[in-house]
């Protein structure tokens, strides 16, 4: 099994500020995910992080909005822009075993829960 | 596209009693992967049990297993002997291939609030 390490796993933050979320797994894994989870929602998927290419963002969010890196095939971030209230959130970072695994288990970091003031 | 329905947004079970969270789903992929996931107040989700769509056998793990009728469409899961310690948000996902095979991602049910009378 996977373990991701997620950070920070919570913070409050002035309106207007930024945030980046981190996400480093202990193995390598070809594909990342990140997903919010709005208050008493369930989870959606932001964008879907590939290493050595640009992220692939869901309907109704941007890059602009939640730019992403992956730098190599064990690390991500999540970078949350410009925040407003609306964006407080539990943000959580996936993976999912590489092709030719058989697929058990997508593991989840710890998520970072965030408040917006 | 992929649907997850959860319709039961809160139940109540006694402890020791066993539990059925429904789940019903949507897709015209012929392969995918049925996931639960347990999420306490902290916020993590746990990983509980997968059911993939070519398996014969219902899985089950531990005092988990999952009730699956694929004509149907219906993944339930059933807790058996509930504890105070299972009392969390249950959600029920599907996994499906992203476009190179990859990797999966999953889409998520709205949830089910579990509650454990002692």
């Known amino acids: 099994s996977a373990v991701i390490s997620q950070k920070p796993s919570r913070d409050i933050c002035q309106r207007g500020t930024s945030l980046t979320i981190q996400c480093q797994v202990d193995s390598q894994v070809t594909m990342m995910f990140w997903y919010r989870q709005q208050p008493g929602q369930s989870l959606t998927l932001i964008a879907t992080?590939?290493?050595?290419?640009?992220?692939?963002?869901e309907s109704g969010f941007v890059i602009d909005k939640f730019p992403i890196s992956r730098p190599n095939l064990t690390f991500s971030t999540l970078t949350v822009s410009n925040m407003s209230p609306e964006d407080s959130s539990i943000y959580l970072c996936?993976?999912?075993?590489?092709?030719?695994?058989?697929?058990?288990?997508?593991?989840f970091g710890q998520g970072t829960r965030l408040t917006v003031v | 596209a992929q649907k997850i329905t959860q319709t039961q947004p809160g139940m109540f079970v006694q402890e020791k009693e066993a539990v059925t969270l429904d789940c019903t789903y949507d897709t015209s992929d012929q392969s995918y992967g049925l996931f639960w996931y347990k999420q306490p107040s902290s916020g993590e989700m746990i990983f509980l049990i997968y059911?993939?769509?070519?398996?014969?056998q219902n899985a089950t793990e531990g005092r988990y297993s999952l009730n699956f009728q694929k004509a149907r469409k219906s993944a339930n899961l059933v807790i058996s002997a509930s504890q105070l310690g299972d009392s969390a948000m249950y959600f029920c996902?599907?996994?499906?291939?992203?476009?190179?095979?990859?990797?999966?991602?999953?889409?998520f049910g709205g949830g089910t609030r579990l509650m454990v009378k002692p």
């Open positions: 996902a599907m996994s499906w291939p992203y476009s190179n095979n990859a990797g999966n991602m999953l889409t």
């Open positions: 996936s993976v999912a075993p590489r092709q030719g695994r058989r697929n058990t288990e997508a593991f």
């Open positions: 059911q993939g769509s070519y398996d014969e």
């Open positions: 992080a590939n290493q050595g290419s640009e992220a692939t963002y």
